[in-house]
């Protein structure tokens, strides 16, 4: 079936460092969301990506859908300590139906 | 913005008892909701899709005996564990999709944490 991969499972980053996420699926997606959850709360919606090659940017935040549409990467410019959380991708695959997410990276920021 | 609740937050039970978690949309009319279950440091892993009106479609390997889930109304599903056990101890999160043409968020609750002892 449909796996979604994400890399690094833990990322530890100074204040002010950049950060990236990279997601994976097995299968070609029809779309694909990222997702925040800070740590003891519940994840939060960030973004959804449809077309191959789309770029996305939300202030620090720039999320990338592949050409293939088989991978997406989360990049943020200079972490603050406010980015600390777990950071989910999750993708639909072309027949549409459930979201499958993929594993998380988790972020720390040290001040 | 679309608010999803969750009741009760926290809950310890007996095993052998049932729990019954309550997952509503507080300010829009949810077609769809969707349970998941997440351990410490994992993923979400989806254990059911549930249509107000229609019987839930579960996930493979999750028992929908043990996992009753109830989408009476446009706002409101219910997720009841049935004889509760030490394993089935984990943060159980709801979302809802709202039922508007084209909306495809995903608004999740805030989980409820259950411990079976």
């Known amino acids: 079936g449909q796996q979604v991969m994400q890399i690094p499972q833990y990322q530890h980053v100074q204040e002010g460092e950049d950060f990236t996420t990279y997601c994976n699926s097995s299968?070609?997606?029809?779309?694909i969301q990222w997702y925040k959850q800070r740590p003891g709360g519940h994840p939060v919606f960030l973004i959804q990506l449809v077309k191959s090659g789309e770029v996305k940017k939300q202030k620090r935040l720039t999320f990338q859908f592949g050409e293939a549409k088989k991978n997406s990467s989360l990049h943020i410019t200079a972490t603050q300590t406010t980015d600390v959380g777990t950071y989910f991708c999750a993708g639909r695959g072309n027949q549409g139906g459930k979201l499958i997410f993929g594993q998380g990276t988790e972020l720390s920021v040290k001040p | 913005g679309a608010v999803v609740s969750q009741h009760p937050s926290r809950v310890i039970c007996k095993s052998g008892t049932s729990v019954k978690i309550e997952c509503r949309s507080l300010?829009?009319?949810?077609?769809?909701m969707f349970w998941y279950r997440q351990f410490p440091k994992q993923s979400l892993m989806l254990m059911a899709t549930s249509n107000e009106g229609s019987k839930a479609t579960y996930e493979q390997g999750v028992e929908k005996d043990k996992f009753l889930i109830n989408h009476a109304s446009l706002t409101l599903s219910t997720l009841t564990v049935t004889s509760a056990h030490p394993e089935d101890s984990s943060f159980y999160i709801c979302s809802a999709r709202p039922g508007t043409s084209g909306s495809y968020e995903q608004y999740f609750g805030p989980g409820t944490r259950l411990t079976v002892t």
């Open positions: 300010d829009f009319q949810a077609t769809t």
């Open positions: 299968t070609t997606l029809s779309n």
